[in-house]
């Protein structure tokens, strides 16, 4: 006999004895341990996450400024154009009332999809039902 197998022999593993239930207590610490587990590495990934978001925030508010400044530009030459053809009092409230309207549009989408149930992560909570449905079927049997 080798070396590793004497130090094998006789080795007594304590699963092999076991009972059913302390088996499933086995089982359900060690589920609990995964779900801990892998909770921790989401909040870990999630931060990691979140720190690589503000930095993109950063230049995305800083190219809305500038592009906010450009759009106001642009709507004053929609102004100065529109004074070719009407009084300039009635271009600017022209112009001012379809970009009220647009943005008044663009905020009732944006409330639309700011609703609860739009918000819920719904694929999430499937597979969680799905796996306590799984976990009471094994516990069960």
Same mark, same amino acid.
């Given at each position: 006999m080798s070396a590793a197998e004497d130090r094998d022999y006789g080795r007594y593993d304590p699963r092999a004895n076991r009972?059913?239930? =302390?088996? #499933? &207590?086995? +089982? &359900?610490?060690?589920?609990?341990?995964?779900?801990r587990t892998e909770l921790e590495m989401a909040k870990t990934e999630l931060s990691? !996450?979140? =720190?690589?978001? &503000?930095?993109?925030?950063? #230049?995305?508010?800083?190219?809305? #400024?500038v592009a906010f400044a450009g759009l106001l530009v642009l709507l004053a030459c929609v102004v100065l154009a529109l004074t070719q053809v009407v009084a300039p009092w009635l271009a600017a409230l022209i112009v001012g009332l379809v970009v009220a309207a647009i943005g008044v549009v663009l905020m009732l989408t944006g409330r639309s999809r700011l609703r609860p149930q739009n918000l819920q992560p719904n694929r999430t909570i499937?597979? +969680?039902?799905?796996? !306590?449905?799984?976990?009471?079927?094994?516990?069960s049997r």
């Open positions: 009972s059913i239930a =302390g088996l #499933f &207590a086995d +089982l &359900a610490r060690d589920m609990t341990g995964l779900v990691e !996450k979140a =720190g690589q978001a &503000a930095g993109g925030a950063v #230049f995305i508010a800083i190219g809305g #400024f499937e597979t +969680l039902r799905d796996d !306590k449905r799984w976990a009471q079927g094994h516990l």
